[in-house]
T-cell receptor
Framework: GQNIDQPTEMTATEGAIVQINCTYQ??????LFWYQQHAGEAPTFLSYNVLDGLEEKGRFSSFLSRSKGYSYLLLKELQMKDSASYLCAALTGGGNKLTFGTGTQLKVEL | ETGVTQTPRHLVMGMTNKKSLKCEQHLGHNAMYWYKQSAKKPLELMFV???????ENNSVPSRFSPECPNSSHLFLHLHTLQPEDSALYLC???????????FGPGTRLLVL
């Protein structure tokens, strides 16, 4: 079966850096997505990693290690508006299926 | 209208009712998806359509019946639901299979 693990909750301070980890055990892995979801809203796309390494996009970066089944999302210069759930999702089944983790609820405090 | 839209945004129904959820995407995408999101649980893929053809049914009970008349529209017909079906139902679309999925705002469903 498919298994995606990420911490349930994290708390960080405004202006700081936070790293949200995700480990996965899947068959037919094709890539790893990160989405942000504010309460009561749709998930919005943040990043997609296919190859090993770090992808940087503004304040957000995402890392993938296929051999270790591991990814992380790095958020820099945290802002209050970054308080949200961050969803890790693995693309499997020949690219046909997106399997999600339960999400990490990030709370940014003053 | 831009992106992915869903109607209604909120729905309350009894277990004997029949209702339908509608999703429309204005992105020119070829693939569309239905997901269920329950509290404290991961997003669960329900159905996948590619070029109007169903390519995935993730063991969904028959009381949920999808319909995809064209690549821009996706429906989820609901009948004789159970209280445990109460959840947020999200629609998504992507250019093709395996590409980034863009989500609609969801329909918050409550089954009484």
């Amino acid at each position: 079966g498919q298994n995606i693990d990420q911490p349930t909750e994290m708390t960080a301070t405004e202006g700081a850096i936070v790293q949200i980890n995700c480990t996965y055990q899947t068959s037919g892995f094709n890539g790893l997505f990160w989405y942000q979801q504010h309460a009561g809203e749709a998930p919005t796309f943040l990043s997609y990693n296919v190859l090993d390494g770090l992808e940087e996009k503004g304040r957000f970066s995402s890392f993938l290690s296929r051999s270790k089944g591991y990814s992380y999302l790095l958020l820099k210069e945290l802002q209050m508006k970054d308080s949200a759930s961050y969803l890790c999702a693995a693309l499997t089944g020949g690219g046909n299926k997106l399997t999600f983790g339960t999400g990490t609820q990030l709370k940014v405090e003053l | 209208e831009t992106g992915v839209t869903q109607t209604p945004r909120h729905l309350v129904m009894g277990m004997t009712n029949k209702k339908s959820l509608k999703c429309e995407q204005h992105l020119g995408h070829n693939a569309m998806y239905w997901y269920k999101q329950s509290a404290k649980k991961p997003l669960e893929l329900m159905f996948v359509y590619n070029f109007k053809e169903q390519t995935e049914n993730n063991s969904v009970p028959s009381r949920f019946s999808p319909e995809c008349p064209n690549s821009s529209h996706l429906f989820l017909h609901l009948h004789t639901l159970q209280p445990e079906d109460s959840a947020l139902y999200l629609c998504a679309s992507s250019q093709d299979h395996g590409e980034t999925q863009y989500f609609g705002p969801g329909t918050r469903l409550l089954v009484l």
